[in-house]
């Protein structure tokens, strides 16, 4: 466990030497109208501010392809490859200090796998079953949670603290 540790240690120092951009497009997150910061590595699609969405263009994030992104990049495929090596995704969201409104994902397809990390306390993940009842807390700090996030609703419970979210998700194949 020593090198999953020094793995999870290093990309949290990374997190906390990075300016977060605001998530401007991520309507059906917010809470209140409050804009949060993330963003996404990865493969994504050509959309954005000032883009228009256009699903046949799976590509890089411009993120990804920017150096200043790389160290997190390559440490956070490294804690999933450490964590689940079969585990396949083409993209991860990464959140700052995020309590998200209840939501479905739009364009996940599958089981994504998601893990807390920071100094904080709460922000359990709630989940809800498909009717959008019955929902359950699952702790998120230093815990990887799976679950299909465009099948069952879902939100973030209050916390204090810096809290970073990572969402490793497959955009599937029907944008590829």
Same mark, same amino acid.
């Given at each position: ?28 997150? $917010?809470?209140?109208?409050? +804009? ?5 590595? &990865?493969?994504?699609?050509?959309? %954005?501010?000032? *883009? ?51 939501? $479905?994902?739009?364009?996940? +397809? ?5 893990? &807390?990390?920071?100094?904080?306390? %709460?922000?359990? *993940? ?51």
């Amino acid at each position: 466990m020593g090198e999953y540790k020094k793995v999870k240690d290093e990309l949290v120092d990374e997190l906390n030497k990075l300016s977060f951009p605001l998530a401007k497009s991520r309507h059906n997150i $917010q809470r209140g109208g409050v +804009t949060k910061e993330g963003f996404v590595l &990865g493969k994504v699609f050509n959309w %954005g501010d000032g *883009l228009k969405n256009d699903p046949r263009q799976f590509r890089p994030s411009n993120r990804t392809q920017n150096p200043r992104f790389h160290r997190v990049w390559l440490l956070s495929k490294k804690l999933i490859q450490l964590h689940d090596p079969d585990f396949k995704f083409t993209s991860i969201q990464y959140n700052k200090n995020n309590r998200t409104a209840r939501h $479905q994902d739009a364009y996940n +397809t599958g089981i994504s796998s998601m893990i &807390g990390l920071g100094d904080y306390t %709460g922000g359990d *993940l709630l989940i809800f079953d498909e009717e959008g009842k019955n929902p359950k807390a699952y702790k998120t700090k230093d815990k990887w949670i799976k679950f299909d996030g465009s099948k069952y609703p879902h939100e973030t419970m209050a916390f204090k603290g810096t809290r970073y979210t990572l969402v490793y998700y497959n955009a599937g194949s029907r944008y590829k």
